[in-house]
């Protein structure tokens, strides 16, 4: 059973925008870091982007660098992705994931809680 859930996905232009949400209240342990992967098909699952209990330490991959913004909100156990100017490559089931103790990674090994996903496709 899904201890996080995504909501957000769906059809967007090339160019535009989409606002991923994460919603970790079912969640059995403490969120301690918060984590968006993506998964093409025939791809493997890869890092997006990472975001510390706090908020203050957040990590990118090189792909969406300056494209996509995390965050997250403690006092309702949320967290967010804002993708912009998203591109075709973009296009994935995008997965939440949170892990209860430890750093920020972009190693999904690490991360003991994920969503079910949630659709992006972009389309030109």
């Known amino acids: 059973q899904a201890q996080l859930v995504e909501s957000g996905g769906g059809l967007v232009q090339v160019g535009g925008s989409l606002k991923l949400s994460c919603d970790a209240s079912?969640?059995?342990?403490?969120?301690?870091?918060m984590g968006w992967f993506r998964q093409a098909p025939g791809k493997e699952r890869e890092f997006v982007a990472t975001i510390s209990r706090g908020g203050r330490t957040t990590n990118y991959a090189d792909s969406v660098k300056g494209r996509f913004t995390i965050s997250r909100d403690n006092a309702n156990n949320t967290a967010s992705l804002q993708m912009n100017n998203l591109e075709p490559e973009d296009t994935a089931v995008y997965y939440c994931?949170?892990?209860?103790?430890?750093?920020?990674?972009?190693?999904?090994?690490?991360?003991?809680?994920w969503g079910k996903g949630t659709q992006v496709t972009v389309f030109s």
């Open positions: 079912g969640a059995t342990l403490t969120p301690v870091v």
């Open positions: 994931a949170a892990r209860s103790e430890g750093w920020t990674s972009s190693r999904p090994s690490v991360y003991d809680m």
